[in-house]
């Protein structure tokens, strides 16, 4: 998509710091980080959230999910929050699927 910041990112038009990537994901630091640790991952296909995946996406979220223990280990963190927005009146601001990876200092709870 065009008009998407983070299709940006992945094509490398806006800069990003990236701590992870392959061919069907990328994980990078929050701009604006609420934690310690605030990545995004995102994948490299134009999701607008989670009521647009399909059973043909059940692959791409489990790689995706199953990299985040990884991701996170790699920034220095053990434990994490994810967060999914869907939706803007969830607060999703990006409409392209995104995993919020929070920790560091200890998190509030819900």
Known sequence: ??????????A???PSQRV???????AFKDINPKAQ????VIPRLHVTGLDALTAQHKDLIAHMMLQLPQIAGSQGIKD????????AGAGQEVFHLHIHV???K?????
């Open 37 to 40: 640790v605030h990545l995004l």
């Open 12 to 14: 490398g038009e806006i």
């Open 20 to 26: 992870y990537e392959d061919d069907r994901m990328i």
């Open 106 to 110: 200890q998190l509030p709870g819900f």
């Open 1 to 10: 998509m065009s008009d998407c910041i983070f299709c940006k990112i992945i």
């Open 102 to 104: 929070m920790g560091g």
């Open 80 to 87: 994490f929050r994810t967060i999914i927005n869907n939706g």
